[in-house]
C-alpha cells in the first residue's frame, strides 16, 4: 500500500484515517546508458482503486484493478 504519509504510527485509529491505496510493483529498473543519464531506478506500479468499506461478514477491505479510465 502507498501513503503520502512518511511515517505511519502504530496507533490503529491514525490508519483508520490515512489515504491508503494498494498497488502492485510489478519491476524495478534502470534505463540504458543510450537513453541518457537518468540515475534513478524507475519502476512499473499497477494501481487498484481506493479501499472500499469493509465487508460487513469478513472485515476485508475489497479492491480491484484500476483501469486507464479511472474506473
Do not use: C, K
Not at 12 to 19: H, P, V
Not at 38 to 59: C, M, Q, V
Amino acid at each position: 500500500m502507498v501513503s503520502n504519509s512518511v511515517i505511519l504510527p502504530s496507533s490503529r485509529s491514525y490508519l483508520d484515517t490515512i489515504d491508503l491505496q494498494v498497488a502492485q510493483v510489478h519491476i524495478i529498473f534502470i534505463l540504458p546508458h543510450q537513453f541518457g543519464a537518468y540515475t534513478r531506478a524507475l519502476a512499473y506500479i499497477e494501481w487498484l482503486t481506493p479501499l472500499r468499506e469493509p465487508d460487513p461478514f469478513s472485515g476485508l477491505r475489497q479492491v480491484s484493478w484500476l483501469t486507464h479510465q479511472l474506473q
